[in-house]
């Protein structure tokens, strides 16, 4: 008979009381809005993001976000909706928007609890890095689209672009 793993379940009543302290050892600005919000400042490798989240206690459900430090033009709106269409399936946790409010992609995941115990610590940290290795990936396809002259679909294959070696 095989023995059961246990996994490491953070003892605090929300997950925001865990993401504060990863903020605070990660030495990000953050804010603790209420008991269930905290928001944060963390740096990514082309940008600044901004970082949110939320705990649902009704729904046993953590919602975060991480909005890009870049702006989208009114004109470059249904092209970016065309570039995070394309960008999107090759994200294997959460996805990417730019809800009509607002003039930044955010990066968006929901991680649900119901029935669980609590948070695992690498269910936290998960959220953390998939938010900005993602949204780091699709930083540089923005950058054509909007600046570069690239139509979603150049910018996309431009930005996708694995290099190997050095020059």
């Known amino acids: ?29 953050y804010e603790r809005i209420s008991e269930n919000e905290i928001a944060a400042e963390a740096e990514g490798r082309w940008c600044n993001y901004r970082l949110f989240a939320i ?9 975060f976000s991480a909005l890009m430090d870049i702006k989208i033009p009114p004109e470059k709106r249904a092209s970016i909706g065309t570039l995070l269409s394309s960008f999107n399936p090759r994200v294997w946790l959460g996805h990417f928007e730019v809800s009509p409010d607002d003039e930044v992609p955010a990066f968006r995941y929901n991680l649900t609890l119901r029935g669980a115990p609590g948070a695992s610590i690498e269910q936290i940290e998960e959220v953390l890095t998939a938010a900005l290795s993602e949204g780091d990936r699709l930083y540089p396809a923005l950058q054509f689209l909007l600046w570069g002259g690239k139509n979603p679909e150049e910018a996309l294959m431009a930005a996708m672009l694995d290099t190997h070696g050095e020059a």
């Open 55 to 63: 705990w649902r206690v009704d729904l046993e459900c953590l919602v």
């Open 1 to 29: 008979m095989q023995t059961k793993v246990e996994e490491t379940y953070f003892p605090y009543s929300s997950p925001i009381s865990f993401l504060e302290e990863l903020f605070f050892q990660f030495e990000w600005n």
